[in-house]
C-alpha cells in the first residue's frame, strides 16, 4: 500500500479523500486500458486533475470534488471541455450526487463517477465530444511528454535543475 509519502507529488497537498478518490479512479481506468495522470496542465493554462489516454487516443479529463462547496464554487471546469474527448466528475461513496443534474453542470456532456481507495464505478456515462486532430495531437504530445519527464524526474530527481 502506497504512503502518503511515496505517493506522486500532484497528490502531495491534495485531502486523503481525494487521494482516495483518485486511486480508485485510476483502478478503473486502467482495467479498461487507459493510463491516467494527475494533475495536468492543459494549453490555456488550467490544470485538469486528471488526464487519460486510452489505445485509441481518446483524451478523458476528470476533475475530483470531495466537497459539495467545492463543486459549486467551481466556475472553471467548462475550460476543460475543449481538451478532451470526455469529461468526468468524480466523488467519494456516499457524496450527494443531486448537484450533478442541475443543468449549469451540463449533465448531458459531463459523466460522473463514484469511486474509494479501491474501486470507481461509472454512475453516468459522459457524452463522447471528439477532439479537432490538431488539438488531439497537441494533448496527446502534451500527455506523453509530461509522462516522459515524470518519470525521468523519478528516476533523476536533480533534472530540473539542469533546465
Given at each position: 500500500m502506497a504512503t502518503r509519502a511515496s505517493l506522486p507529488e500532484c497528490f502531495a497537498d491534495a485531502p486523503p479523500q481525494a487521494?482516495?478518490?483518485?486511486?480508485?479512479?485510476?483502478?478503473?481506468?486502467?482495467?479498461?486500458?487507459?493510463?491516467?495522470?494527475c494533475e495536468v496542465p492543459l494549453g490555456n493554462g488550467r490544470r485538469a486533475d486528471m488526464m487519460a489516454i486510452d489505445g485509441k487516443g481518446c483524451v478523458t479529463i476528470v476533475?475530483?470534488?470531495?466537497?459539495?462547496?467545492?463543486?459549486?464554487g467551481d466556475a472553471k471546469w467548462p475550460d476543460y471541455l475543449d481538451y478532451c474527448d470526455r469529461f468526468y466528475w468524480a466523488v467519494p461513496a456516499g457524496f450527494d450526487?443531486?448537484?450533478?443534474?442541475?443543468?449549469?453542470?451540463?449533465?448531458?456532456?459531463?459523466?460522473l463517477i463514484v469511486a474509494d481507495r479501491y474501486d470507481a464505478v461509472i454512475v453516468r456515462e459522459a457524452a463522447h465530444r471528439p477532439l479537432a486532430a490538431p488539438r488531439r495531437k497537441a494533448e496527446t504530445l502534451r500527455f506523453a511528454r509530461r509522462a516522459a519527464r515524470r518519470t525521468m524526474a523519478a528516476l533523476d530527481p536533480g533534472l530540473d535543475a539542469l533546465d
Open positions: 487521494v482516495d478518490v483518485a486511486r480508485g479512479v485510476t483502478r478503473l481506468l486502467f482495467r479498461a486500458d487507459t493510463m491516467a495522470l476533475e475530483i470534488k470531495v466537497s459539495r462547496a467545492d463543486l459549486l450526487c443531486a448537484p450533478f443534474e442541475r443543468e449549469a453542470l451540463r449533465p448531458g456532456i459531463a459523466g
